[in-house]
């Protein structure tokens, strides 16, 4: 039986980490499991519902309510939040201004994690997001992490929302991304960190074909390995 792995790609804000993420589960036909853009549904939730993210009743409650699954459209994963196509709503800038104090709510977490779990314990699965490979799946066969200059990240983010006609300043995006490393990487509930066995990927200077390429051949090693360790 062909032997299929769980992979993590962390790291910071607008690195590619989705890019490589997604590019990695169609090379290998596995499950890509965006755990940003769930933790932008909720956010997306709490902004519309008007809800004091200080009120743990409310966020509970709230919690109970929400029902977040995505779905292939045009070969696009897409978000949907309570049946409700948000794919778009979600990546807009009022979200990711508020979306890193919204993932710092235990709570929040705990629910999440619990989904994300299920949703890659069958492996063959590539997990995009902060804690995958310290929290979600701490047993994680290959963990990736993510990094890029800020200039470069910034103006990949600046042109993503560009094409889709969502005009921001290079400085706004810039301070966003800043501000969320910070509150993502000194929040008390599981950190963006390192993992110990994590290896690092600055993708400042190569294209995502090259960094597909050096992952794929990653991943390969990481199977080979895998499949001869002894019971
Ligand atoms: O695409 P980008 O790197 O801008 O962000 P994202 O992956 O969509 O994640 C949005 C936000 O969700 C992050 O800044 C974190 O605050 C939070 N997040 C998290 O806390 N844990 C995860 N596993 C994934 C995202």
Known sequence: METKIVIAVDGYASCGKSTLAKA???ALNYI???TGAMYRAVTLYCIENELDIDDKEAIDAALQQIKIHFEKIHQKNTT????????????????NERVSEVAAISAVRRAMVEQQRKMG???????DGRDIGTVVFPGAELKLFMTAAINVRTQRRVDELGAKGLVVSDEEVRENLIHRDHIDSTRADSPLKLADDAIVIDNSNINPNEQLAMCLALTTQRISTFMNKPE
């Open 24 to 26: 990695l589960a169609a």
């Open 32 to 34: 890509y499991i965006d």
């Open 80 to 95: 949907f939040l309570n049946d409700r196509n948000v794919e778009e709503e979600i990546r807009k800038m009022y979200i």
């Open 121 to 127: 314990k069958q492996k063959g699965v590539v997990l």
